[in-house]
């Protein structure tokens, strides 16, 4: 048979990339890359904790150089791995073909680093030499497959572990995976037609007047609205940063929040609103924008990260801990007891976040702001990226 159907080109139903674009078979081909290690990932919630999770991927690619990686999501996260070559095939939860083909494929590695009964499911029943994380027993409950697991999953059961624990995220997912930590970054690669769509934005706005454009993510969608500040905390630091002639602001959201960032852009007509209504890909192109970033825990917050912005992030009901800052995140906690209860509702009158003082966040801001003015690099990489 001429097909190297070991390559990590091989479609099975098609032209590789290769045949299409050069017109060249197996025999003939200078591509070939047969694969040694087939590793599945399964991780389908939330998308900022998908995106997050793309960071255990360097690691990946470094101990198994000649791998190929598929990664199972749901659909809401698909966007997330384009332009990323580091995984090269991406399934989709909701698809009807997703689990037939998961119960015929063996990999050589699985990995599942969330304690969800909907994804264990799938992961019990995937075939695989080797499991890291989580599957579901005869009984329907999670249970580690390797004792590195065991720590993450005890933190989700016991409220008091969690807010003991002091390892980042990054951290413990490398570990569940007996992978080197070294911090690698987020995986987020914007596409040339992405770039073009931040560059249009940038050039009808005149975002060349200001220094420094400072972007506000002002919600944190339906189910954790206690990740997000509140609106009267906005007017204030808006108010404070109206003196700031030098500085654009930027406002971010999804359709949640819609009603807040309108009332904002009534309010402050010289905030610039970068819409709600953006997919998810042109969500990020614009976020790439700004130099420093406002948010609460949320998708923002990991792909600021991953855009290697400053940021500064608001905590109160989620870890702090967590987060992994690579040296750019500044991280604003409030002096409250009951931090990191990950409760949806709160029976404060006065909650964590609302302790949070406007005067607080702006000396954060003005902190980062006279750093990247006194960069000498700032100005000329800023002027590049954008012109």
Excluded at 217 to 244: C, F, H, P, S
């Amino acid at each position: 048979m001429i097909l190297k159907t070991d390559c990590k080109y091989f479609p099975g139903n098609k032209p590789c990339i290769h045949s299409k674009n050069e017109k060249i078979i197996c025999s003939d081909c200078n591509y070939y890359e047969p694969v040694q290690n087939k590793i599945l990932i399964i991780k389908l919630d939330a998308t900022g904790d998908v995106l997050r999770t793309t960071s255990l991927l360097p690691a990946l690619k470094e101990k198994y150089p000649a791998s190929y990686i598929t990664w199972v999501t749901r659909k809401n996260a698909e966007e997330i791995f384009r332009n990323n070559k580091l995984v090269d095939e991406v399934l989709i939860f909701e698809d009807n073909g997703t689990l037939p083909r998961l119960l015929v494929e063996k990999f050589d590695l699985l990995i599942h680093p969330d304690a969800s009964p909907v994804s264990a499911s799938l992961a019990s029943v995937v075939m695989a030499k080797e499991k890291k994380g989580y599957i579901l027993d005869e009984f329907g409950k999670i249970q580690p497959v390797n004792e590195d697991a065991v720590e993450w999953l005890e933190m989700g059961a016991f409220d008091q572990f969690k807010k003991e624990n002091k390892k980042t995220y990054q951290q413990i997912i490398h570990e569940i995976c007996r992978l080197d930590y070294k911090r690698d970054e987020i995986q987020l690669i914007l596409s040339e037609k992405e770039i073009e769509f931040k560059k249009k934005f940038y050039n009808e706005n005149r975002l060349d007047r200001f220094d420094i454009i400072l972007g506000l993510n002002t919600g944190a969608g339906n189910r954790w609205q206690y990740k997000q500040w509140g609106l009267d905390r906005y007017v204030e630091l808006i108010e404070m940063m109206k003196a700031q002639s030098n500085t654009g602001i930027l406002l971010y959201g999804g359709p949640e929040e819609k009603e807040r960032n309108d009332f904002l852009k009534n309010k402050f007509p010289f905030l610039i609103d970068t819409g709600t209504g953006n997919n998810l890909r042109e969500f990020f192109a614009l976020l790439d924008l700004s130099d420093i970033v406002l948010t609460g825990d949320t998708m923002a917050l990991h792909a600021a990260t991953a855009l290697k912005k400053q940021v500064i992030c608001l905590f109160g009901p989620t870890s702090y801990n967590e987060i992994e800052d690579y040296g750019r995140i500044a991280k604003i906690i409030p002096q409250h007891d009951c931090l990191i209860c990950y409760k949806p509702r709160c029976d404060f009158k006065v909650t964590c976040m609302g302790e949070i003082k406007a005067e607080t966040v702006y000396e954060s801001i003005m902190n980062i702001h006279r750093t990247l003015l006194n960069d000498k690099n700032f100005s000329a990489n800023k002027m590049s990226v954008n012109k």
